[in-house]
T-cell receptor, first 113, second 114 residues
Framework: QKEVEQNSGPLSVPEGAIASLNCTYS??????FFWYRQYSGKSPELIMF????GDKEDGRFTAQLNKASQYVSLLIRDSQPSDSATYLC?????????????FGQGTILTVHP | SAVISQKPSRDICQRGTSLTIQCQVD?????MFWYRQQPGQSLTLIAT?????????ESGFVIDKFPISRPNLTFSTLTVSNMSPEDSSIYLC???????????FGEGSRLTVL
C-alpha cells in the first residue's frame, strides 16, 4: 500500500516566521514529489515539484527532498496571513504513471498577524 | 498551465439519481484524470480518462458507478450514477503534462446527495 504521511496539524506560526511542512512516503520507487496549496472551498493549486535530492527554491518557498530517508519538506519563509491554507504533499511513482498522484492527508497552516 | 473548466460547480442531488460533470480544457492535453475529495479528506484518484477508449479505473472504483467519456483531447465527462449520500464529495478534473508530470486541477464540482 503506497502511503504518504504528513506532519499532523494544525500548524500555527506568526507572520514573518518560517513554516516547515513535512511529508514521508512509503514507496521507495517514487520519482516525483509535489506540494499543493488548497484554500478553503477551492481546488488544489500546485506550488512546487521536485525530482532530485536536495533543495529547490522558488521565491519564498523551498522544497527539500531526501530519497534515502523517503522524506520531502516544504519551507515557507516570511510567512504571510495569505499563506494560511491546507498544504498537500503528493507523490508519483514515475515512469508512465505521471499524473497519478498519491496525496497525503494535508497539513492546515495558520499564519497569525 | 491549461485553463480547466468544470460544470456544474456545485449541485444538490437526490438519492438514486445520476449526475454528469463536464470538464473542458482550453488546450489539447494527453492525460486527463478524475479525482475525488470527500469531506475533510484528501484527494483520491478515480480514473484516467483515455481519449477514444474506455477509462482506466483505480482500485475501488468501477465503470458502472463512475462512467467516464473522453471524446477528444480537450473534453471529458464523469457521471456519478445511482447516487447515495456517501457520494457527497468534490469531484475534480485534472490534466498532466508528460514532460514534467505536473498535475493541474479544475475548480471542482461539489456534489451534495440528500
Amino acid at each position: 500500500q503506497k502511503e504518504v504521511e504528513q506532519n499532523s496539524g494544525p500548524l500555527s506560526v506568526p507572520e514573518g516566521a518560517i513554516a516547515s511542512l513535512n511529508c514521508t512516503y512509503s514507496d521507495r520507487g517514487s520519482q516525483s514529489f509535489f506540494w499543493y496549496r488548497q484554500y478553503s472551498g477551492k481546488s488544489p493549486e500546485l506550488i512546487m515539484f521536485i525530482y532530485s535530492n536536495g533543495d529547490k527554491e522558488d521565491g519564498r518557498f523551498t522544497a527539500q527532498l531526501n530519497k534515502a530517508s523517503q522524506y520531502v519538506s516544504l519551507l515557507i519563509r516570511d510567512s504571510q496571513p495569505s499563506d494560511s491554507a491546507t498544504y498537500l504533499c503528493a507523490v508519483n511513482a514515475g515512469g508512465t504513471s505521471y499524473g497519478k498522484l498519491t496525496f497525503g492527508q494535508g497539513t492546515i497552516l495558520t499564519v497569525h498577524p | 498551465s491549461a485553463v480547466i473548466s468544470q460544470k456544474p460547480s456545485r449541485d444538490i442531488c437526490q438519492r438514486g439519481t445520476s449526475l454528469t460533470i463536464q470538464c473542458q480544457v482550453d488546450s489539447q492535453v494527453t492525460m486527463m484524470f478524475w479525482y475525488r475529495q470527500q469531506p475533510g479528506q484528501s484527494l483520491t484518484l478515480i480514473a484516467t480518462a483515455n481519449q477514444g477508449s474506455e477509462a482506466t479505473y483505480e482500485s475501488g472504483f468501477v465503470i458502472d458507478k463512475f462512467p467516464i467519456s473522453r471524446p477528444n483531447l480537450t473534453f471529458s465527462t464523469l457521471t456519478v450514477s445511482n447516487m447515495s449520500p456517501e457520494d457527497s464529495s468534490i469531484y475534480l478534473c485534472s490534466v498532466a503534462y508528460r514532460n514534467t508530470g505536473e498535475l493541474f486541477f479544475g475548480e471542482g464540482s461539489r456534489l451534495t446527495v440528500l
